[in-house]
């Protein structure tokens, strides 16, 4: 059995701030967050193989894909590590996986009570797959689903765990805090997060037969709304991109990797400086 894992920093246990997460700025914060999100992946990875997985795949999948710490992954795991890559937090995803976790994940931005909200940048106000407001677990979901493939864990704070749930109904979560608003969360202890994780992570692999993978209807009609005009300044050069407004694009494919591919070249041309 082949489970694919994908971790993001922001769900992880003990994380509220921006800057924590931040390589740049984060100092010895961002540092400690480091060896807490490498612990939940060994959960997740923990589990899996309780479960039956013969081969594991990790994707690093915060910031700029270079935060866990390999001498501390779990041996049996291999790591994708580094940027760019074309389809972000799942890279090297493709049909011959059985299951996706996602560890560490976050709300879509515009959350209520949710820890760091955004999707992708913090230049995008919402993004809409088919006419649904969709963030980073779903647009996610939907690449996996392209490839027949569920996903089957998410893990993070109440919120996206709810949200997993909205669009996901058979999919396993663990909320591993509570948000009282976007910098301030109830915690669990780290210990007491990695054992939940791994205990989840061998159910929901278990069951990974029994769950349904999320499959965009097709052509795939996208939209990206953006917080100001500038990110849809940019977004509307890429080819086959059109503005309907002072801050939304619209454009459709004929599947959702195609359809990822423009949105991902939309967002980091919004984000250029």
Request: proline share 4%; hydrophobic share 40%.
């Amino acid at each position: 059995m082949k489970v694919f894992i994908s971790v993001d920093m922001e769900g992880i246990c003990g994380v509220v701030g921006d800057r924590e997460t931040d390589p740049e700025n984060g100092g010895d914060a961002y540092r400690m967050n480091c060896h807490r999100m490498t612990a939940e992946a060994n959960a997740a990875i923990e589990g899996s193989l309780k479960a039956g997985a013969t081969d594991i795949l990790v994707a690093d999948s915060h910031w700029n894909f270079d935060n866990l710490v390999p001498e501390e992954l779990n041996p049996s795991a291999r790591l994708v590590r580094g940027y760019p890559r074309p389809f972000s937090m799942v890279q090297n995803l493709d049909g011959s996986f059985d299951a996706v976790l996602g560890v560490g994940y976050h709300a879509m931005a515009g959350t209520t009570r949710s820890i760091i909200d955004h999707t992708f940048s913090g230049k995008i106000r919402s993004v809409e797959v088919n006419g649904r407001v969709t963030g980073e677990t779903g647009l996610n979901a939907y690449v996996a689903g392209e490839y027949g493939v569920p996903v089957v864990l998410v893990t993070g704070d109440s919120a996206v765990a709810a949200e997993a749930k909205a669009l996901l109904p058979r999919v396993h979560t663990v909320a591993v805090k509570e948000a009282i608003n976007t910098h301030a969360a109830t915690h669990l202890h780290p210990q007491r997060a990695c054992d939940l994780i791994r205990a989840e992570a061998e159910r929901a692999v278990r069951e990974a037969a029994e769950i349904e993978p999320l499959v965009a209807s097709r052509p795939v009609a996208m939209a990206i709304d953006f917080k100001g005009t500038e990110g849809a300044d940019w977004a509307e050069l890429v080819p086959g991109v059109t503005r309907v407004g002072g801050t939304r694009i619209e454009f459709s494919a004929p599947d959702f990797g195609a359809a990822f591919r423009i949105f991902y070249a939309c967002m980091h041309l919004s984000s250029s400086e």
